[in-house]
């Protein structure tokens, strides 16, 4: 069952541009599609807004590869704060801190760029789908490791059913739909 504030049109609008695909990227997996609503401005601006409302206290907005770059990026700009990516691995000349982490249809590494986060950052992550929860714990890892302070975690569509939340631990993310 999907859960959505209905009384924000706006939104209810954004996530119906998006799709579902299934067996991508391996059999049996169903990806959730956000092509259809990033490129729409109103419903892109609708999803930042709503994203960006909880970043009250952070230095930074930790944008996760490679969908919370888009996502990311957008809601510290309407934050007003700085923006760190969170890379897959080989993909940063300077790395300040490296997690390997389990994704639900196999395993990858992060990688946390050099001077982005340092002691006592405040970060708040951005991802567009929390699903088993292996990539914003990785995440998560990668700024502690730093020295930085996790304040929030937001993402656009939250899958239930695969458990993300309870691999956060005290993490309790904000997420626009549940389903």
Not at 32 to 40: E, F, G, M, Q, S
Not at 67 to 76: D, K, Q, S, T
Not at 139 to 164: H, K, N, P, R, Y
């Amino acid at each position: 069952m999907t859960e959505l504030d209905e009384s924000n049109p706006a939104l209810a609008r954004a996530f119906a541009l998006i799709r579902d695909v299934p067996d991508y990227p391996t059999k049996g997996v169903l990806f959730r599609d956000i092509t259809p609503l990033l490129a729409d401005a109103a419903a892109f601006a609708s999803v930042i807004e709503a994203l960006a409302e909880p970043v009250t206290d952070a230095d930074v907005v930790v944008g996760v590869e490679a969908r919370g770059f888009l996502l990311g990026a957008a809601v510290a700009l309407a934050a007003r704060v700085g923006v760190v990516p969170v890379r897959k691995a080989g993909k940063l000349p300077l790395v300040a801190a490296s997690r390997e982490y389990q994704l639900e249809y196999g395993s990858a590494t992060l990688e946390l760029p050099a001077g982005g986060i340092t002691q006592g950052t405040r970060a708040y992550l951005i991802d567009d789908v929390l699903a088993t929860g292996g990539t914003l714990r990785a995440s998560c890892d990668l700024v502690e490791q730093a020295g930085g302070v996790v304040v929030g975690i937001g993402v656009l569509l939250e899958l239930t059913a695969l458990g993300g939340r309870e691999a956060l631990g005290d993490r309790a993310p904000h997420a626009l739909l549940r389903d």
